[in-house]
């Protein structure tokens, strides 16, 4: 690009170098520096004569350096960027007269005690870590009453029209005012009457992951724990009731075989294995989508649709590497890939994880550890019309998510080390070494000490008032709200043919 001439004493022109792309602005000085403006852009100031070619070697030299004007900044971090225990961040600080006395190079540790000295320099270590955001609610089978909400008049086709845990995206960034989770009556955007969850009926749902979960053996896990609240809420006035943690148990079909009283989370229970299939046209899985994860895998697009996979008990979610997608192929600055880093790599780096849940048609609460197999046994069995049972309400589900990623505590400084990491179509059949906890949605451990919670930055509501003004205070994590009144069940007796 030509030389613009800024006034009598500067002239600027923009170029672009070790993929920066930065503004030339050459003056009456003797040194060379790079800069950082508020609105991102990258300034290299230089000498009138000093060539471009030494100009050049300097920005790639000082890549790693952006100069601050304020005590705190963002930063953009490409997401192809290893995750990482450990990484040496590298800080600098200037004197006001570093730059008339060519003092660039002239450096001390953490202060300039020697004052032929004008750069203090410190180092401080920090981790690369992932992100697990955007947990949404895309679909619910209740139709048709939830039919139209969730996609196009007369077709399959999804309207991309979501429940979001919250108002915020994953920078804290407000981006929607309504349809959060959990629904509540009231939360339906037509029958303003309708809301609160069915069991019986499948919520279909996704997250997002952005790092180095891209593995066969990666994948995403869900504990569930239950709580029963009353119909006319827990909130009044300034008193707010805790929500009562709760015990489910539920009839039906497990392996062939009628049983009752079954406990979710019990052993019987984890053998009650709801499958999915990627290629469901009820998922909502874009073609795009199956092209990019064939392509990067070396897999063909009718094997990732048409394989079927454990996904969910009532008890427990694991999404595992196969339902999950990549969806990284615009995110680079600009929409521009620079030279050397390898597009699949950028595709791959973010994922989109599919996954469904539901509670048992029949399903009843019990507060947590009342013994109903002692009860049952001195009773002479259940009826499900015992007084110890939850009436008039609902049951409220909270989400801990946790991501298990294999190899991540192999990773180092330089990038992956091999182990515990597999590329292409391999990382389908091979055994890494035992995927460990990385990511968390919650963050309970560490929210308290400044750390991040999703659903705190997400700005999940923590109070809702239903259809019927019932006001209902929640906790992080509440996702779903279930009837003990309806269900599919019910459903199908009222309006069945039989």
Known sequence: M???????????KWLEEAG???KLIRSRRKSLA???QRDGTVVARAPMRMPETSIR???REKKPWITLHQDSTKFYLPIWVNETAAVGIDFRARAINC???DGLEMEEVCANADNTNYVAVDTKNAEVSGRLYNLNMYDYSDYPFWLDVFRKPKSLELKRFAYHVGFNNQNGEKVRSAFTLPTVDGSHPYMRN???LKPGYTSRMSLITIGNIYHGTDYVKIYPTFYYVSKKGNVNGSDITKLEEVDLYYNGTIN?????VVKVGSDLDKQNVKKMMLGNPYTGVTDEEFNQKAKIAGLKPKDIRSTTYDVYTYGEITIPSRMSTYIGMDCAPDEVIPDGVDPDRVTKSKQKWYFEYSLPSDVHAVKKGFDVTKYAHENGGIDYKEDFWKKDGYIVVNFEIVTFEAGFKNIQGDGDTGMGWMEGAEIFDKESETPIPHLTYTNRQNVDYGYCSMYKMEDQPLRKIDWHKA?????????????LDGSAKKDYRSYGTH
């Open 2 to 12: 030509a030389e613009r001439r800024k006034n009598g004493s500067e002239t600027e």
């Open 20 to 22: 920066i792309s930065f």
């Open 34 to 36: 790079i800069l950082l």
């Open 57 to 59: 070697t300097f920005i």
């Open 99 to 101: 730059d008339a006395n």
């Open 194 to 196: 309708l809301g609160v």
């Open 256 to 260: 062939g075989k009628y049983r009752n």
């Open 471 to 483: 006001q209902f205070a929640f906790r992080y994590g509440d996702v779903l709200m279930y009837s």
